[in-house]
């Protein structure tokens, strides 16, 4: 179902298919709730009990958001993360073993975001693109590009800034703490990552319609049946 106000089809619409594909704010929220579980039971009763008590609320969620017809693939994939999850602190045989999924995978995103930036492709510029069914003519704004490395550097940020604190919390094996930094640096951080992208991204967007170019696909040439074979200088007979 497309938002209020949007047609089926324009941007708008496909932002928001996007966003639910992601699993929202909602399944931010979601994704923290095996960590709440885990991190106590694994302190009062140990790392098996944690692990079954962590799948079990994640199974729990995905009935749950199944059953309120939610969209599939963000419940699948949250619960296939916590079972990864899991089954790495079980193969570490410690409870801060859960974590290691989420740090490097900080890691990975920071650096691919920063290299995009580094070799003048943000990444966030690409995402808009796509999202909106824009071609690329927006890399010849540079306006637009500074918004969009803007835009990036930000989430380079965010994942490089969890990377730094929960890597550290791992080795002085602080796995209260760990729990903690998951969260506090989960929904939050992306949150105002995602409000700092939106206002780069409605900048980069004044800077292209300043520049005269939408960005959308070209559209086709007008074939009018008027138009057709006309040609372009028609002289008039001299009349004398």
């Given at each position: 179902m497309s938002p209020p106000g949007a047609e089926p089809g324009k941007p708008a619409g496909r932002a928001h298919a996007v966003l639910e594909q992601m699993g929202g704010v909602s399944g931010l929220i979601y994704s923290s709730l095996p960590?709440?579980?885990?991190?106590?039971?694994?302190?009062?009763?140990?790392?098996?009990?944690?692990?079954?008590?962590?799948?079990a609320v994640a199974t729990l969620v995905l009935i749950w958001r199944l059953a309120r017809r939610?969209?599939?693939?963000?419940?699948v994939s949250g619960f296939f993360g916590v079972g990864v999850c899991a089954l790495i602190a079980y193969l570490v045989g410690?409870?801060?073993g859960y974590?290691?999924?989420?740090?490097?995978?900080?890691?990975?995103?920071?650096?691919?975001?920063?290299?995009?930036?580094?070799?003048?492709?943000?990444?966030?510029?690409?995402?808009?693109?796509?999202?909106?069914?824009?071609?690329?003519d927006?890399?010849?704004?540079?306006?637009?590009?500074r918004a969009f490395d803007l835009a990036t550097l930000?989430?380079?940020?965010?994942?490089?800034?969890?990377?730094i604190v929960q890597q550290r919390l791992?080795?002085?094996?602080?796995?209260?703490?760990?729990?903690?930094?998951?969260?506090?640096m989960?929904?939050?951080?992306?949150?105002?990552?995602?409000?700092?992208?939106?206002?780069?991204?409605?900048?980069?967007?004044?800077a292209i319609h300043g520049r005269g170019g939408s960005g959308n696909r070209p559209a086709p040439a007008d074939d009018s049946p008027g138009d057709a074979g006309a040609p372009e200088d028609v002289r008039q007979p001299d009349i004398h």
């Open positions: 960590v709440v579980a885990f991190v106590p039971i694994s302190q009062l009763f140990g790392l098996t009990s944690a692990i079954v008590t962590a799948l939610e969209s599939a693939q963000p419940a410690e409870a801060k974590f290691l999924l989420g740090i490097w995978s900080s890691l990975a995103w920071a650096t691919v975001f920063g290299l995009s930036v580094l070799i003048r492709r943000p990444v966030v510029g690409y995402i808009w693109a796509l999202v909106n069914d824009r071609d690329r927006w890399r010849r704004v540079p306006a637009a590009v930000v989430w380079v940020a965010v994942f490089a800034s969890r990377f791992y080795d002085a094996d602080e796995t209260g703490w760990l729990g903690f930094a998951r969260i506090a989960g929904w939050p951080l992306t949150a105002l990552g995602a409000l700092i992208t939106y206002l780069a991204i409605r900048s980069a967007q004044k």
